[in-house]
């Protein structure tokens, strides 16, 4: 059965930095594309980040960020572990969140929500002093 858990949400003072994981089964992640989502209270979910499939790009997986998190975050995969992270350093508090992974089929990755044909639960990212 194919899952997606994301772990490593967690109460993080601004400037604080966490790592969130996206372990799979049922599926191998480097077949797709996987990207990291957010959702705050009363907000639609937006992208963060993606990695397309290695087998898309000669030089490995392609990243993608949305411009309020480029140079803080950093999305990485370790295909042994069949894992996905996103290193999120310089949190603010406008980072609270809900944040869910989610797989797509394509390969390619993108930030937009619909392109994606699995999600895992979410894990609570909370950013306050």
């Known amino acids: 059965q194919l899952q997606l858990v994301e772990s490593g949400g967690g109460l993080v003072q601004p400037g604080g930095s966490l790592r969130l994981s996206c372990a799979a089964s049922g599926i191998t992640l480097d077949d797709y594309a996987i990207g990291w989502f957010r959702q705050a209270p009363g907000k639609e979910r937006e992208g963060v980040s993606c990695i397309s499939s290695s087998g898309i790009s000669s030089s490995g997986g392609s990243t993608k960020y949305a411009d309020s998190v480029k140079g803080r975050f950093t999305i990485s995969r370790d295909n042994a572990k069949n894992t996905v992270y996103l290193q999120m350093n310089s949190l603010k508090l406008e980072d609270t969140a809900v944040y869910y992974c989610?797989?797509?089929?394509?390969?390619?990755?993108?930030?937009?929500?619909?392109?994606?044909?699995?999600w895992g639960q979410g894990t609570q990212v909370t950013v306050s002093s």
């Open positions: 989610a797989a797509d089929g394509t390969g390619w990755g993108t930030l937009g929500p619909y392109d994606y044909d699995y």
